[in-house]
């Protein structure tokens, strides 16, 4: 069982940027694929990036690729989501999760965070 806690949302003007961290507990963070979701209000909650257990594999959502990159650091239990060049539909609640095996679908992810929320202005 892993734990998930994030970080480092806020209040950003369009073309800025900001960095999500999520921090796992457990001595297994190594083995789950981790990855970030996004909800926005009245909308579904929708893939954004995922990273494999080594970070060797990694997928993005087609409108933040060259925006977004995923990282993780294993030592420090630690994954995160350099957001660039935000847009205003961006904006939305971010949440890390974790599950074994690679996927990019919200329905395979089984330890979720409680979320951060993440606001970009016009």
Do not use: H
């Not at 949302?9 to 457990?26: D, I």
């Amino acid at each position: 069982q892993v734990q998930l806690v994030e970080s480092g949302g806020g209040l950003v003007e369009a073309g800025g940027s900001l960095r999500l961290s999520c921090a796992a507990s457990g001595r297994t963070f190594s083995m789950y694929t981790m990855g970030w979701f996004r909800q926005a209000p009245g909308k579904e909650r929708e893939f954004v990036a995922a990273i494999s257990e080594r970070g060797r594999t990694t997928g993005y959502l087609d409108s933040v690729k060259g925006r977004f990159t995923i990282s993780r650091d294993n030592a420090k239990n630690m994954v995160y989501l350099q957001m660039n060049s935000l847009k205003p539909e961006d904006t939305a609640v971010y949440y890390c999760a974790a599950q074994v095996g690679y996927s990019e679908r919200v329905s395979n992810f089984r330890y979720w965070g409680q979320g951060t929320q993440v606001t970009v202005s016009s």
